[in-house]
């Protein structure tokens, strides 16, 4: 178990060293001078129109709202989990807590499957209205995500293949992807911006 804890926090100190790499480049122009810009002019391209565009944020901003409201039930239980296996709680607690997320999961769990699922059409919207060439960091992270989402998706309306169930589900539950999904986001969009 320690070798696993020191595998997420090396992965995620690498992301974080990644990102800054690619982050770098963000506060240049294209002669190779540091300015006090953070863009440049014509960073932004749309399918659209041929002006330069910022892209849709409105978009943007819904879906990441979304996502958070979609996942917070999975990152819940993840909390309460780790809590009753890493806390030196009592056996009480312990059963209040595992208790607590199955009822939680119950209520919430559908906003996970379903929510999800309809923001693919608001990301592929935002995608579509603010492609931008300083980064392929958020189009990285778009497509984990995708991939992660269609996952999820054959396995709770069980159309995944009997052969790749197991590997689906470890692949689509596993916690190093989401992390590593959301700060390639993350650094992605602060690239851009």
Wanted: proline letters at 3%.
């Amino acid at each position: 178990m320690h070798n696993y804890k020191i595998l997420i926090l090396l992965t995620i100190v690498g992301l974080m060293g990644f990102g800054s790499w690619f982050a770098a480049t963000g506060i240049t122009d294209d002669k190779h001078r540091v300015e006090k810009y953070f863009e440049r002019e014509d960073q932004h391209n749309s399918l659209f129109s041929e002006t330069d565009n910022e892209g849709n944020e409105t978009a943007g901003q819904i879906a990441a709202l979304l996502l958070l409201i979609a996942n917070l039930p999975v990152a819940v239980s993840i909390l309460i989990k780790g809590i009753n296996q890493f806390l030196p709680i009592g056996t009480g607690l312990k059963k209040i807590l595992s208790h607590l997320n199955r009822i939680q999961k119950k209520a919430f769990m559908r906003f996970h499957y379903y929510l999800n699922l309809s923001i693919l059409g608001i990301i592929l919207w935002h995608w579509l209205a603010s492609q931008c060439k300083s980064s392929f960091l958020p189009e990285l992270g778009a497509i984990v995500m995708l991939i992660s989402m269609i996952l999820g998706f054959l396995m709770k309306f069980k159309l995944c293949p009997k052969f790749f169930r197991k590997s689906a589900y470890k692949i689509h539950t596993q916690p190093i992807i989401f992390i590593a999904m959301f700060l390639v986001l993350t650094v992605g969009h602060l690239i851009v911006d």
